[in-house]
């Protein structure tokens, strides 16, 4: 598969340089000017790079073909990768964030005006913007068919997720250090300074915790979405020869990519009538009437013929759901 092709790539590939390039332009401008904010918005950008670069390791990792040891594939690697990223977030970008705000409220520094930093500030929020932009685009190409903010972020690629989330934090985080620092440099109380650098981190901790619970779903075996479930189920029971989906069982393998397990209860006269279609029974019976040895014999080859009728049903079936939700990559159907 194409790179350009992998769900999430491209979002985080451009979220990944475009934080590269901010968080040097916003240290020059934080060592500059002294501010509390910037600092705090430079290691915010900081983490959103290491953390970006976790998430391509994943994506990548994610795309490794299935082998002995891993039979349904690496689809996993990718929410592991963006578990350690809301990590990194947590720690790196809430922590140091939130701690750099808390240590200049304790021992205030002076704070020197330089036009720099609004100019940093406003190239920042350009660069934070489009990377935020190419993400969403993403996410609405890739899940169109939700109508809701919530639809998207339940169902959607964990590492678009992270991204549009830290974006959306980085773009509103100019704001409150624009706001923090210009506020400090109009009154020169460094309050404001120290009170946006945690405002910061408090956001990011935020973040942090959806995306980790976000990812623990899936590494511990989140189920396919119930509508989702529900067609599948619904399709298993318009067949014949099937009585019932007693039970049934899913997990996401990658982003796009199911497993399904399902037991189902065969219907005995659908089956009758397809072995009838062959040897009919009538025939049959007027072939070994009165002669034992035949009958053994007609109940024999009767008896070899069901697990294989059986099983072309079943792969019948297997080959309808998968033609009609490419999603549902591996299919285990076993009878009651």
């Known amino acids: 598969m194409k790179s350009n092709t992998i769900s999430g790539f491209s979002s985080v590939l451009a979220a990944l340089l475009g934080n590269a390039i901010v968080a040097a332009i916003k240290f020059v401008a934080a060592f500059i000017s002294g501010s509390s904010a910037m600092f705090s ?62 240590t200049s409220l304790i021992t205030p520094h002076e704070l020197e005006y330089h036009p720099i930093v609004f100019v940093v500030l406003a190239i920042s929020f350009v660069i934070e913007s489009v990377t ?117 069982k899913s997990t996401v393998l990658d982003v796009g990519i199911y497993r399904v397990k399902c037991e189902i209860e065969f219907n005995g006269n659908a089956l009758l009538k397809e072995l009838s279609k062959g040897y009919p029974l009538k025939e049959a019976y007027e072939d070994v009437k009165g002669d034992y040895e035949e009958f053994k014999k007609f109940v024999a080859d009767y008896t070899d013929r069901v697990p294989r009728l059986v099983g072309k049903r079943i792969d019948d079936v297997e080959k309808t759901i998968e033609a009609k939700y490419p999603s549902v990559k591996h299919i285990d159907i076993e009878l009651n």
Not at 51 to 76: A, C
């Open 41 to 102: 918005e430079a290691i915010h950008s900081v983490a959103d790079t290491l953390n970006q670069s976790f998430l391509l390791v994943g994506i990548i990792r994610s795309r490794k073909k299935p082998d002995d040891e891993f039979i349904y594939g690496y689809g996993n690697e990718r929410f592991f990768w963006a578990l350690i990223s809301a990590c990194g977030i947590f720690f790196i970008g809430a922590g140091v964030t939130t701690y750099n705000g808390i």
């Open 132 to 248: 935020l932009f190419i993400a969403l685009r993403e996410l609405n190409k890739r899940h169109r068919h939700k109508h809701s903010i919530i639809s998207f972020f339940k169902e959607g690629d964990p590492s678009t997720i992270a991204v549009v989330l830290e974006d959306s934090v980085a773009v509103f985080g100019v704001f409150i250090a624009a706001a923090s620092i210009g506020l400090t440099m109009y009154t020169g109380n460094q309050v404001y300074d120290a009170m946006g650098s945690i405002v910061i981190g408090a956001l990011l901790g935020v973040v942090a915790i959806l995306l980790i619970y976000k990812n623990k779903k899936y590494l511990i075996g989140h189920s396919i979405p119930e509508n989702l479930e529900e067609e599948i189920i619904e399709l298993l029971e318009k067949d014949p020869a099937i009585e019932k989906v007693i039970d049934f």
